[in-house]
Nanobody
Framework: QVELRESGGGLVQAGDSLRLSCAASGLAFRSHGVGWFRQAPGKEREFVATVSWNGAIKDYAESMKGRFTISRNNSENTVYLQMNNLTPEDTAVYYC?????????????????WGQGTQVTVSS
């Protein structure tokens, strides 16, 4: 059974940093692209970042470039999202997802597996 488990969310103040983790089990993690998405109340789930199977190719949504960094450790079956200089607009539930397509996608429909999400709340 495939499981993706996010952790690291919480309540922080504007300007603070958080590192989210996505631990995977039950799949050939080393061959999967992994993405982070987020969903704010009343809004659609949006793309945040993705990393290829080997960590060599990374892609970010425009508003996250320079603030967020995605990385992975295949020996630990874990993907990370380092988030710096957070703003209240970053408040959302953050989800990780895995795709059999090793390079990753920006589109939600490209992902085969999803985690349950972790809440990030940024106060002003």
């Amino acid at each position: 059974q495939v499981e993706l488990r996010e952790s690291g969310g919480g309540l922080v103040q504007a300007g603070d940093s958080l590192r989210l983790s996505c631990a995977a089990s039950g799949l050939a993690f080393r061959s999967h692209g992994v993405g982070w998405f987020r969903q704010a109340p009343g809004k659609e789930r949006e793309f945040v970042a993705t990393v290829s199977w080997n960590g060599a190719i990374k892609d970010y949504a425009e508003s996250m470039k320079g603030r967020f960094t995605i990385s992975r450790n295949n020996s630990e079956n874990t993907v990370y999202l380092q988030m710096n200089n957070l703003t209240p607009e970053d408040t959302a539930v953050y989800y990780c997802a895995a795709t059999r397509y090793g390079l990753g996608y920006r589109l939600r429909s490209g992902y085969n597996y999803w985690g349950q999400g972790t809440q990030v709340t940024v106060s002003s």
